[in-house]
């Protein structure tokens, strides 16, 4: 990518920058999707499996906050307002559901979905350093591996 001011390649980085926060915030909402559905489910295998994929979206963030700052922009500090609205939805759901465990598995797979269809998304842009590159494929592959998971898990519920 050739620029021709350095007002151009501050647009770059904005823009660049942009992407990932919107990511990152998507990245808080899982984590939060994810406490919220190990404090709603009974079965000791799904905390878990709930609690370690909060664990991996708390990871992904802190990368993507690393990553906005090597570009020398400011990260998002918290997620959006689709996805409180999503997780009171959740909330709200378990409620009514009285711990249904397929509902939440449902809902999670859902969310991990839309999370892939993102990160596919954000992909086809073509301006990211192959490092940010690496790190989100990686990541995409990570949530490739938990709808599998969660596509398992349903089928046993």
Do not use: C
């Not at 050739?2 to 899982?30: Q, R």
């Not at 997620?79 to 999670?108: C, Q």
């Not at 998304?121 to 709808?147: V, Y």
């Amino acid at each position: 990518m050739k620029f021709k001011n350095e007002n151009d390649i501050m647009k770059y980085t904005e823009k660049i920058s942009n992407k990932l926060n919107e990511l990152l915030e998507k990245n808080y909402d899982a984590e939060k999707g994810y406490i919220n559905a190990a404090e709603n489910v009974d079965i000791a295998s799904l905390k878990i499996f709930f609690k370690n994929r909060a664990s991996e979206r708390s990871m992904f963030a802190k990368e993507l906050r690393t990553e906005i700052l090597s570009y020398g922009q400011i990260p998002e500090d918290s997620g959006s307002f689709t996805g409180a609205v999503h997780r009171n939805w959740m909330s709200l759901k378990s409620l009514f559901s009285a711990k249904d465990e397929a509902a939440i598995l449902e809902e999670a797979l859902r969310g991990e979905k839309a999370s892939l269809d993102e990160y596919k998304e954000i992909l086809t842009e073509d301006a990211f350093a192959p490092s940010t590159r690496k790190m989100l494929e990686n990541q995409k592959q990570q949530i490739q591996a938990a709808i599998n998971s969660l596509m398992v898990a349903e089928e046993l519920a």
